[in-house]
C-alpha cells in the first residue's frame, strides 16, 4: 500500500492518505466526475490492510454526488477486515446545519466514533 496524495484544485479536495493511517480531504469537492476522482481513494480503501486509521473531514462545500462517494467510502472502511479502529474528525463551519447533520448521520450509519469541531467563516 502506498501513500495517496492528491491536490487540491478549485473543485476538488486536497487528499493525503499515508501509511501510518493519518486520512485527510480537505477543502471543496464539485468535481466534474466525481466518480473518477473519488475512484482512487475508494481502492485505496478496499486494499488497506491498516488494524487503525483516523480520518480528518474539512470539507468546505460538497456537492450531492460528492457526499455519496464520502458515503460510500466510509462504508467501504466500514467493511474492511483489516480496519479495527477508526476515528473520524469532523470539520464543519459555523451555521452549517447540512454539513453537521450529514456527519451525523454517516456516525450513525457506519457506528465510528466522530469528533464534531465547529469552526468560523475564514
Given at each position: 500500500?502506498?501513500?495517496?496524495i492528491?491536490?487540491?484544485?478549485?473543485?476538488?479536495?486536497?487528499?493525503?492518505?499515508?501509511?501510518?493511517?493519518?486520512?485527510?480531504?480537505?477543502?471543496?469537492?464539485?468535481?466534474?466526475?466525481?466518480?473518477?476522482?473519488y475512484?482512487p481513494?475508494?481502492?485505496?480503501?478496499?486494499?488497506?490492510t491498516?488494524?487503525?486509521?483516523?480520518?480528518?473531514?474539512?470539507?468546505?462545500?460538497?456537492?450531492?454526488?460528492?457526499?455519496?462517494?464520502?458515503?460510500?467510502?466510509?462504508?467501504?472502511?466500514?467493511?474492511?477486515?483489516f480496519?479495527k479502529e477508526?476515528?473520524?474528525?469532523?470539520?464543519?463551519?459555523?451555521?452549517?446545519?447540512?454539513?453537521?447533520d450529514?456527519?451525523?448521520?454517516?456516525?450513525?450509519?457506519?457506528?465510528?466514533k466522530?469528533?464534531f469541531f465547529?469552526?468560523?467563516?475564514a
Amino acid at each position: 500500500m502506498d501513500n495517496l496524495i492528491i491536490k487540491e484544485t478549485n473543485y476538488s479536495p486536497h487528499v493525503s492518505f499515508t501509511i501510518d493511517g493519518d486520512l485527510i480531504l480537505k477543502g471543496k469537492s464539485l468535481p466534474e466526475d466525481t466518480a473518477k476522482f473519488y475512484d482512487p481513494i475508494l481502492t485505496w480503501a478496499k486494499d488497506c490492510t491498516l488494524e487503525k486509521i483516523h480520518i480528518t473531514f474539512h470539507l468546505d462545500y460538497m456537492n450531492s454526488s460528492s457526499a455519496n462517494q464520502v458515503s460510500k467510502f466510509l462504508l467501504i472502511v466500514k467493511d474492511n477486515v483489516f480496519i479495527k479502529e477508526c476515528i473520524i474528525d469532523w470539520h464543519y463551519e459555523t451555521n452549517d446545519e447540512d454539513n453537521l447533520d450529514f456527519g451525523k448521520e454517516l456516525e450513525t450509519i457506519t457506528e465510528f466514533k466522530f469528533n464534531f469541531f465547529e469552526y468560523a467563516e475564514a
